[in-house]
C-alpha cells in the first residue's frame, strides 16, 4: 500500500520537477527577450540621434553590411514589434504552466497526505 | 520576475525562507548594483577618450595584434568612430555623436541603478520585517495558530452570509412591526388579527390599558347615573336571552382579567362567539365613552368612535350587524346603568379594550381609509349612517338573530360583507336619520363619521389613549358630542336589562 503510493508520489514529483523545468526554460526565454527589448530600444533612440551623414552597419555574420539608416530604424522598429509579440506570448504560455503547476502542487501535497498516512497505517 | 515568483511561492514556506530569499535578493540587486556601477564607470571612461580623442591628428599606439602580440601603429582620423549601438547594429559616427550616444547611455545606466537601489532598499526593509517575524514568532507554534483562526474566521464569514440572507427577510419584519404599531394595526385589523402583532400592542399597552379601564369604569358609573335619570323607557325585555348571557360572562371576567386576555382575544377574538360579545361589550364602552366625554373625558368619546368606524370598515355586513349589536349593546348597557350595575359597565369597558381585535379592525378601517386600500372615509360614513338607521330601524328587532349573523360575519370574509353594507348604509342613512331624530343612535353616526377617520385610529392601537389623538378627537366631535352621548347610553342599558331580564 505504501510503496504503491510512493511510487505515484515519485512519479508525480518527476512530473512536477520537469513542469518547474519548463517553467524556468520559459521564464529565462522572457527574460532574454526583455534584455533584447531594452537593448532594441537604446538602439532606436541612437539611430534617432544620429542624421543622414552617419553610416550604419549591420554586422551579420563576420561581415559589416551597409545599412540606410532609415531602413536600419524601419528593421529596428519591426524587431521591437517582433520581440513585444513574443514577450505577451511568453507571457500567456507562463501563466498556463504556473496553472499547471499550482495544480501539479495541490496533487503533490494530497499525494503526500495520502502517503504519510499509508505509512502511519503500516507503522 | 523569477525571483518574484519564488519569493511568492516561499512566503508560505515559513520565516526562515522567507528572509532568506529576500536576502538573496537584496544580494542580487547589489551584485547588479556593481556591475552598472562598473558600466558607469566604463562609460565615463569612454566618455572622457572620446572628449580628447579628437584633440590631435594622429596617435602613435600599440595595436593589439590577436591575443598576445601588440604591434606599433598609428591612430589616424581620430573623430571617426564606429560604435555599436547593440544588437549588431554598428554607426560610424563623429566623436561628439559618440558622447551624445555615451550620455544616452549614461542617463540609461543611471536609471537602472536607481531602481536597482530601489528595490535593493526595499527588500532591505523586508528582510527587517521578517528578521522581526522570526524573532517575534519565536515559538513558530504562534503562527500556526494564527492561521487555525484564520480557518475559524473562513467559517464565520459563511455564517455571516447566511445570516445577511436573513437580515433582508428580518428588516421587513421590523419594519412591518413598526408600520403596525405606527399604521393604527391596519393589517391586524384587515386580516381577523394577527397573533404577532396583538401581542407586541397588548405588551406594550397593559399598563396603558389598566389605567383606561380604571377610566372606563369611573365614566361607566359616571353613565349609569345619568342613565337612571334619563333613560328609563328604553329599557325593554327584547335582549334577556343574549344579553343575560353576555352580562354574566362580563361580570365573570372581572377588569383585570380582561386586560390580562386582551392580547390572545386580539388574535382569536374576531371569529370567535367571544369576540362578538367582547365586540359588543367594546362598542358599548366606547359608546359610554363618548357620553362621559362630552360630560368629563374626551378620550373616551374617541373609542367609541372609533370602534363604529372599525365595524363599518371592516365588512359592511358586519358593520351592519356590529351596529345593531351596538345598539343592542347600548341598550344592555342603558339597562344594566339603569339597573346600577357598576360591575357590568366596567366589564364593558374592559372588553373594549381587551376586545383590541375589534379595535384592530377598526384601525384597519382607518388605515384603508387614509390609503384607500379597500373603503373610502366617505364609505365608512354611510356605513355608520346606515348603522344608525339599522339601529333606528332594528333596534327593537330580533337581537339574537342579529348577534347570530354577527358571529357569521365575524366568521366570514369581511371584504364581502363590506361591499354590501357600504350599498345599504348608503341609502338606508339618510332615511335612518329622519326616522329617529331624537335617538342618541342619530347622534352618534354623525359623531362617529367625523371622528373616525383620524383619533379612533390612535387611541385603539396603544389602547391607552395618548393625550395628542385624544385631543384631536375632541375637537373634531365637538360639534356632535351632545347627540353622541344620549345614543350610547339607551343601548347599554338596553344590554343590561336583558342581561337582567333573562337572568331572571
Not at chain 2, 201 to 206: A, D, I, K, M, S
Not at chain 2, 334 to 340: I, L, Q, V
Amino acid at each position: 500500500m505504501a510503496d504503491g503510493v510512493y511510487k505515484k508520489l515519485q512519479a508525480e514529483v518527476e512530473k512536477y520537477t520537469r513542469m518547474q523545468k519548463d517553467v524556468s526554460k520559459s521564464m529565462s526565454a522572457r527574460q532574454k527577450l526583455e534584455t533584447q527589448l531594452t537593448e532594441n530600444n537604446i538602439v532606436k533612440e541612437e539611430l534617432d540621434q544620429l542624421d543622414s551623414t552617419n553610416t550604419i552597419y549591420k554586422l551579420i555574420g563576420p561581415v559589416l553590411v551597409k545599412q540606410d539608416l532609415d531602413e536600419a530604424k524601419a528593421t529596428v522598429g519591426k524587431r521591437l514589434e517582433y520581440i513585444n509579440g513574443e514577450i505577451q506570448r511568453y507571457e500567456t504560455v507562463l501563466k498556463d504552466m504556473e496553472k499547471k503547476c499550482e495544480q501539479h502542487r495541490e496533487l503533490l501535497t494530497s499525494l503526500q497526505q495520502e502517503y504519510q498516512k499509508a505509512q502511519g497505517m503500516t507503522a | 520576475m523569477a525571483e518574484k515568483g519564488k519569493m511568492n511561492i516561499e512566503h508560505l514556506g515559513g520565516v526562515f525562507r522567507l528572509r532568506e530569499e529576500h536576502e538573496k535578493v537584496v544580494k542580487d540587486c547589489e551584485s547588479r548594483i556593481q556591475h552598472w556601477k562598473k558600466v558607469s564607470g566604463d562609460y565615463e571612461a569612454l566618455n572622457e577618450r572620446l572628449k580628447t580623442l579628437p584633440d590631435r591628428l594622429c596617435y602613435d599606439i600599440m595595436v593589439p595584434f590577436g591575443p598576445l602580440a601588440f604591434m606599433p601603429g598609428k591612430l589616424q582620423r581620430t573623430n571617426e568612430v564606429t560604435v555599436l549601438l547593440g544588437d549588431n547594429w554598428f554607426a560610424k559616427c563623429s566623436a561628439k555623436q559618440a558622447q551624445k550616444i555615451v550620455d544616452h547611455r549614461m542617463k540609461y545606466v543611471k536609471n537602472e541603478l536607481d531602481e536597482l537601489s530601489k528595490t535593493r532598499e526595499n527588500f532591505e526593509a523586508r528582510v527587517g520585517f521578517a528578521k522581526d517575524l522570526e524573532t517575534i514568532s519565536a515559538s513558530k507554534g504562534d503562527y500556526v495558530d494564527i492561521r487555525e483562526e484564520v480557518g475559524n474566521n473562513d467559517s464565520a464569514v459563511a455564517k455571516g452570509k447566511q445570516r445577511i440572507a436573513h437580515k433582508p427577510n428580518s428588516q421587513p419584519k421590523r419594519d412591518a412591526v413598526l408600520d403596525v404599531k405606527e399604521d393604527d394595526e391596519e393589517e391586524d385589523g384587515g386580516q381577523g388579527g394577527d397573533g404577532g402583532g396583538g401581542s407586541r400592542r397588548g405588551v406594550l399597552t397593559e399598563q396603558e390599558l389598566w389605567a383606561r379601564l380604571d377610566e372606563l369604569e369611573k365614566l361607566e358609573e359616571l353613565q349609569e347615573e345619568q342613565d337612571r335619570l334619563s333613560d328609563n323607557a328604553d329599557m325593554n325585555g327584547e335582549d334577556t336571552s343574549t344579553s343575560s348571557s353576555e352580562e354574566e360572562k362580563e361580570a365573570d371576567a372581572a377588569p383585570p382579567v380582561n386586560g390580562v386576555s386582551l392580547k390572545p382575544s386580539w388574535s382569536a377574538a374576531p371569529r370567535s362567539k367571544a369576540s362578538l360579545s367582547t365586540d359588543r361589550k367594546q362598542a358599548d364602552c366606547e359608546e359610554e365613552e363618548e357620553e362621559e366625554e362630552g360630560s368629563c373625558l374626551p378620550t373616551i368619546f374617541f373609542s367609541h368612535t372609533v370602534e363604529p368606524k372599525k365595524v363599518r370598515i371592516n365588512t359592511g355586513k358586519n358593520t351592519m350587524l356590529k351596529f345593531s349589536e351596538r345598539k343592542e349593546q347600548k341598550e344592555h348597557s342603558k339597562r344594566k346603568k339603569k339597573n346600577g350595575h357598576n360591575n357590568g359597565h366596567s366589564h364593558h369597558e374592559l372588553h373594549k379594550i381587551t376586545t383590541p381585535a375589534d379595535i384592530y379592525r377598526v384601525f384597519v378601517d382607518v388605515r384603508n381609509g387614509e390609503p384607500v386600500p379597500r373603503k373610502s372615509i366617505l364609505k365608512s360614513r354611510s356605513r355608520e349612517n346606515s348603522v344608525c338607521s339599522d339601529t333606528s330601524e332594528s333596534s327593537a328587532a330580533d337581537f339574537d338573530e342579529r348577534r347570530v349573523m354577527i358571529g357569521r360575519s365575524f366568521s366570514h370574509d369581511e371584504a364581502t360583507h363590506s361591499d354590501t353594507s357600504d350599498g345599504v348604509t348608503e341609502e338606508d342613512s339618510p332615511v335612518a336619520v329622519p326616522l329617529q331624530p331624537t335617538s342618541r343612535f342619530e347622534a352618534f353616526s354623525g359623531t362617529v363619521i367625523e371622528k373616525d377617520p383620524m383619533p379612533s385610529g390612535v387611541p385603539h392601537l396603544t389602547i391607552s389613549p395618548p393625550a395628542l389623538p385624544t385631543i384631536l378627537e375632541r375637537k373634531q366631535e365637538e360639534a356632535p358630542p351632545d347627540l353622541v352621548p344620549p345614543q350610547p347610553a339607551p343601548k347599554r342599558v338596553s344590554k343590561f336589562k336583558a342581561a337582567r331580564l333573562q337572568q331572571k
